[in-house]
């Protein structure tokens, strides 16, 4: 079979492309879902933060707690990983948090450059890990951040929901009188970034997305954060579960899968977009994570939590030599 | 004359169907060429469209209109995403098989070598179901029409690794024909 059979056989009846009703289509679809684009308000943005916080951004997280009362109690602090597979329509339907209240930040985190690891680990108390080994394309030193802690406090407010509830066509449900009067401390940091090749900078976009510029992102980002926590001086975990699962535009699949999650207030939750990436649970270094990849192998990433330091190594690379990083971490 | 102090909050949020002007533009320059790749995956017309426009979608979510790794990032998520499809619908490959065969049978002026075409269309989509992605990604780019340069963007690697790229998934593709065929 030569080339040109084999061209003439991926080939099909290819009509011409209608891109003017492919345009009609795709905006009936924005107009009908109320899709916001990524340059949209504010609003928007902050759910998509919310979204890529929980995905990989955990680096803006950590486990040293001051200055809040005694009264507060840990709800959430993952010491394991776990996948929940997401569809287009479960991201667009997710509720928007600031409609349930006021988040404050209390200590902004602050994003450095390092000239070396020592220097990085004096700064975050953190033990970065050293790649013994790098795969072939990775060459240079890399470039060291350190992220100082940061903290806010999320304060549940039932008037501005209610206020909120009549500007949108979908009403909550009623917000239960034990979640009206709590507020939690949500802390996270410090944490140490490593990275390899692109232009990666935290400081103008600290998502870590490798499939987003395939021109700039680093090749490989090895990445280790003191693990989040949540305290709450009211609610409990499965009283916030229970109620955020059954606001509307929660897909019944989405609220499935996090209703089995065993030990919920012990896991971090990894999205991950059905549609472009898959992920299958791996053992790094003795400790179970999670691996995931996108379906062409284009990039990758593994998390594991492992004495309250949440790990993060990913980049454009096969799953092969992704794992073979991670497991010569020292 | 007071002044007035509006909330941002408070305003509704817009309902506006028009996009932005970048992101049309974008749309106008792309769809057909994304349609396209996952066309050649999939060789179905509705269900290219399909992964086209959830391609457009995620991108309108996650990324600016005018970002320059644009059309890259979409023709790399419409491999992916015909991929996806195409490793989750075998029933597809036979259905596209028993229709086009029955198609050649009852209109084509030679319906034997037209039956004998499908059924070989639907085996080499079978067999680029199953080589590794990254050789279906490039098979399909690179068929579709995407220069050297364009395909080395989609896959994040540098144009002068696409010829031998190429290379070793078109041996894949044929060995994977020949094994099943």
């Known amino acids: ?38 340059a949209a308000p504010a609003r928007r943005r902050w759910t998509q933060a919310l979204a890529a916080a929980a995905a990989v951004a955990v680096l803006f997280a950590g486990l040293s707690i001051t200055g809040v009362a005694e009264s507060f109690f840990t709800i959430f602090q993952p010491k394991q990983v776990a996948p929940i597979s997401v569809g287009a329509g479960d991201l667009a339907g997710l509720p928007d948090l600031s409609e349930f209240g006021t988040l404050t930040i209390t200590t902004q985190p602050a994003y450095r450059q390092a000239a070396t690891l020592d220097l990085a680990r004096t700064e975050t108390g953190i033990a970065p890990l ?7 394309g990775v060459t240079g030193d890399a470039r060291i951040y350190t992220i100082s802690r940061g903290e806010g406090t999320f304060r549940f407010d039932e008037t501005k929901l209610q206020a909120s509830a009549g500007r949108v066509s979908r009403t909550p449900p009623p917000m239960p009188a034990s979640i009206a009067a709590s507020t939690l401390n949500v802390s996270g940091g410090p944490a140490v970034v490593q990275t390899y090749g692109g232009s990666f900078d935290p400081k103008s976009d600290p998502r870590i997305d490798p499939k987003a510029m395939p021109g700039s992102v680093p090749t490989l980002l090895i990445a280790q954060s003191k693990a989040p926590v949540i305290r709450s001086d009211g609610a409990s975990f499965d009283e916030l579960r229970a109620y955020m699962l059954s606001q509307p535009g929660i897909s019944p699949q989405l609220a499935a899968q996090i209703r089995a999650i065993g030990d919920p207030g012990q896991t971090l939750l990894v999205p991950i977009p059905m549609d472009l990436a898959s992920g299958k649970s791996v053992t790094v270094r003795g400790v179970r994570g999670l691996f995931v990849g996108d379906s062409t192998g284009l990039g990758s990433g593994v998390v594991w939590v492992a004495d309250g330091v949440v790990n993060v190594v990913a980049g454009t690379l096969g799953e092969k030599e992704l794992l073979a990083v991670a497991d010569s971490l020292r | 004359m007071s002044a007035k102090v509006i909330e941002l909050g408070t305003l509704p949020a817009s309902r506006d169907p028009r996009l932005p002007v970048a992101f049309e533009r974008l749309f106008e320059a792309e769809y057909g060429r994304v349609v396209r790749i996952a066309q050649r995956v999939l060789g179905d017309a509705a269900e290219a469209e399909d992964v086209a426009q959830e391609a457009f979608m995620s991108f309108y979510r996650a990324h600016p209109a ?23 619908s075998k029933r597809r490959v036979a259905r596209e098989t028993t229709d086009a065969a029955e198609r050649a049978a009852s209109a084509i002026a030679d319906p034997e070598s037209e039956a004998v075409l499908a059924e070989e269309r639907a ?59």
Do not use: C
């Open chain 1, 1 to 38: 079979m030569d080339d040109t059979k084999l061209e003439r056989l991926l080939a099909s009846d290819e009509a011409p492309i209608d891109t003017a009703a492919g345009l009609r289509r795709f905006r009936e679809t924005v107009g009908a879902r109320g899709i916001e684009s990524y």
């Open chain 1, 130 to 136: 050293r790649a013994a080994t790098l795969p072939a």
């Open chain 2, 66 to 88: 005018d970002a320059p790794f644009a059309p890259a990032w979409l023709h790399a998520a419409a491999a992916h995403g015909a991929l996806n499809v195409l490793r989750g």
């Open chain 2, 123 to 181: 085996l080499i989509r079978e067999a680029l179901a199953r080589i590794p992605a990254k050789s279906a990604s490039v098979l399909a780019l690179r068929y579709s029409g995407l220069s050297y340069a364009e395909v080395a963007a989609a896959i994040g690697v540098n144009a002068d690794q696409i010829g031998t790229l190429l290379r070793r998934a078109e041996e894949a593709l044929r060995k994977e024909v020949m094994r099943h065929g």
